[in-house]
């Protein structure tokens, strides 16, 4: 799956957007009813989710399924993509996520607080660096 989007915004306001997905369908799409849907709005988290979801009606019935991913994945991966590249225009990606939390609970699997990040290389420096063709390499 790939994607691009181009959004201009003038003040708070999105003026304009052109957004195109492929990888889902046979030919790339362009999702018209979320660039309608983004037009005119603030970018904050509410819009963007509800401009999201619409990828979905603009996909059609003709989603590929394969070895990699079914036709209702992809379809639902889409809308999170989407929203991904908006949060990444407007700043608001990866806030809240679980790898900005500290550690409260130790059986969490968030990244540990900054003050106990270890100082020192896990990796051994006396260990010597295998190259790739080295793992597939038959030992004698």
């Keep these: 799956m790939c994607g691009a989007i181009v959004v201009t915004v ?3 306001l999105c003026t304009s957007a052109s957004i195109a997905v492929g990888g889902l369908v046979p030919a790339p799409v362009k999702p018209t009813s ?8 603030t970018l904050n988290v509410e819009n963007i989710m509800a401009a999201s979801i619409q990828v979905a009606d603009d996909l059609g019935g003709d989603l590929i399924s394969d ?7 992809r379809k639902a991966m889409v809308a999170v993509e ?3 590249a908006l949060f990444h225009i407007t700043g608001e990606a990866h806030h809240g996520s679980r790898a900005e939390m500290p550690v409260s609970n130790p059986g969490s699997t968030a990244a540990p607080a900054p003050d106990t990040q270890p100082t ?3 990796v051994p420096q006396d260990q010597p660096r295998k190259w790739w063709w080295e793992f597939w390499r038959p030992r004698r």
Excluded: K, M, P
Aim: without cysteine.
């Design 34 to 41: 979320v660039e309608q849907a983004l037009i005119g709005q």
């Design 120 to 122: 020192e290389s896990v």
């Design 82 to 84: 989407i929203r991904h």
């Design 10 to 12: 003038d003040g708070d």
């Design 67 to 73: 070895f990699y991913a079914s036709a209702e994945y």
